[in-house]
């Protein structure tokens, strides 16, 4: 029974320092971000699920300035000023304006991208990959909420930067999303006005407002 006891003690033990490593570097990365002023990030995205033989591959890119953002994908820019999210489809001449950016709670929006495991999740350090000389750390994310529609998370941290590489999001229904960022600028010279809504500049647009 002492030798049972031991060595659950000791698993207990290694699975704390673990976690408490994991979310050392977590800190660590959510520490750098917030020291920058703004970020631009160039990216490219993939969905995959082999039981229903899909798969889309796009790239894109956002500007990000606190809780602000402006992302382009897919043809849709969704601009967001601190208070209202515009998603803006020159295809459809289409704007659709709501006033909460996070409406999905399972999703990864850009102003939660670089911070959103903070809370909600329990972490596990992951393999380490030498990727085009750069030493990419991962951490394996669970979440805490068993109705989550998240399966796992994994976050691959630059260990020379601190900066994310990529985010590979693995669903419940077996779809997997990985977003891999190709370049991560901080501090640049930004507009006043790249955050902010000019409806003259969509005057024909069907303004859907959904508040």
Excluded: C, W
């Excluded at 659950?8 to 699975?15: D, G, I, N, P, Y």
Aim: no cysteine.
């Amino acid at each position: 029974m002492k030798k049972i006891i031991t060595v659950l003690l000791l698993t207990l033990s290694v699975t704390a320092f673990a976690q408490n490593k994991a979310k050392t570097l977590l800190n660590e990365v959510s520490a750098k971000v917030k020291s920058y002023n703004n970020i631009s990030i160039d990216f490219k995205y993939v969905l995959e699920n082999t039981a229903e033989n899909i798969k889309q591959q796009t790239k894109g890119d956002v500007v990000m300035e606190g809780e602000k953002y402006r992302l382009n994908i897919l043809g849709v820019t969704r601009l967001f000023d601190g208070k209202k999210l515009y998603s803006i489809s020159l295809e459809d001449e289409e704007v659709t304006v709501t006033s909460d950016s996070d409406s999905e709670e399972d999703s990864v929006t850009p102003s939660k991208m670089l911070s959103f495991y903070e809370d909600g999740y329990t972490y596990a350090m992951d393999i380490e990959q030498n990727i085009n000389g750069r030493k990419i750390q991962y951490v394996k994310l669970t979440p805490i909420d068993s109705n989550s529609e998240i399966k796992s998370i994994l976050l691959g941290i630059d260990k020379q930067t601190k900066h994310i590489y990529n985010l590979i999001q693995v669903g419940k229904n077996g779809t997997k999303t990985t977003l891999t960022v190709n370049s991560f600028k901080t501090n640049e010279p930004l507009s006043k006005s790249l955050f902010t809504f000019d409806a003259n500049k969509y005057k024909d647009f069907y303004i859907n407002n959904l508040d």
